[in-house]
């Protein structure tokens, strides 16, 4: 039997071809089996060669027109994260303008200054006993006995009528009593000055320096404080060489003293270095006697002094 493809082939062919054939039939002889099977199997071929089917058809893909470029999607940007705020700064109040100092205030600037100098300078040492028989026959004689300005001045004149015609048993006595005031002076002024520290004794020294060069007090002399404590200042090298030169009879007594410390100078700058070494080599030894003597009496290193320029 024929197959769907093969009959429709035929019936293509029979309208076309039956007059057709009807003619070859009458010319020609009727063909054998063998040859109609043959025509049958080339019906067959043509209607599967010439009929497309879907296995055989080609699916074409679609170029893209020239000069129209593939459209990519650009990935959208990631939004920026937002900035926080900055802390605000405080605000930093300037300072009010200094008002100028008035003459008042100025005075009692001074006035509290001066007060505090005279605390820090410890002027409370005990007061001293007289320390030679005339001063102990002058108290003696005249304790107690008040009077004017002009008074006084005359019991003074009789006073040293009288003190001058002591005997000498009367003059050893109050020399006595002198040479007791002396050890008593001394051992109570001592116990003063250890009753404070070497730092309070050496500040108290600096008050007194400063109030006498600034305020002029006290109007008498200054009163130096000795204590034993406080370590020497090192001796310099030039130091050491004027003493030299004095000890070596160079230098006259009678000339003047300007005149011989310029002379000490002039020979102190000509010296070699080989010359000076003896003394350079005697202030090193000074200086490191001070700085153990100043650490046992402050506890601690003296401060780097500044070099003292050469004469």
């Known amino acids: 039997m024929l197959s769907v493809a093969g009959r429709a082939a035929l019936r293509r062919l029979g309208a076309g071809a039956s007059s057709r ?25 043509y209607a599967s060669v010439g009929r497309p089917t879907k296995s055989s058809t080609t699916k074409t893909t679609k170029k893209p027109a020239a000069g129209k470029t593939a459209t990519t999607t650009k990935p959208k940007a990631k939004k920026a994260a937002k900035k926080k705020p900055a802390a605000a700064k405080p605000k930093v109040r300037k300072p009010a303008a200094k008002k100028p100092a008035t003459p008042a205030s100025l005075e ?15 002027f409370t ?34 006073t040293a009528e009288a003190f001058k015609a002591l005997s000498p048993s009367e ?17 109570a002024y001592k116990a003063w000055v250890e009753s404070h520290t070497t730092d309070e004794m050496n500040n108290a020294m600096n008050a007194r320096a400063r109030l006498k060069r600034d305020y002029n007090y006290p ?8 204590d034993s404590r406080m370590p020497k200042r ?18 006259t007594q009678q000339g003047p003293i300007g005149e011989n410390a310029a002379a000490i100078s002039a020979e102190w700058k000509s010296l070699s270095a080989s010359e000076r ?27 780097q002094a500044k070099k003292s320029p050469e004469p």
């Open 21 to 45: 054939s009807f003619v070859i039939s009458r010319v020609a002889a009727p063909a054998p089996h063998w040859q109609a099977l043959k025509t049958l199997h080339a019906v067959r071929l």
């Open 108 to 122: 009692r600037k001074e006035a509290a200054l001066r007060r505090q100098l005279k605390k820090t300078a410890l």
């Open 125 to 158: 040492e005990p007061k001293p006993l007289p320390e030679t028989a005339w001063r102990v026959f002058v108290v003696d004689k005249l304790k107690g006995q008040p009077g004017t300005f002009q008074d006084q001045a005359a019991k003074m004149i009789a």
């Open 171 to 187: 003059a050893q006595r109050y020399a006595s009593i002198a040479e007791e005031n002396v050890r008593a002076n001394n051992a």
């Open 219 to 226: 109007k008498g002399n200054v009163k130096l404080i000795k």
């Open 234 to 251: 090192p001796i310099t090298a030039y130091a050491f060489f004027t003493r030299a030169k004095w000890a070596s009879g160079e230098l």
């Open 277 to 303: 070494q003896p003394y350079e080599d005697l202030q090193r030894a000074e200086s490191q006697r001070y700085e153990k003597d100043h650490e046992a009496a402050f506890g601690r290193k003296p401060e």
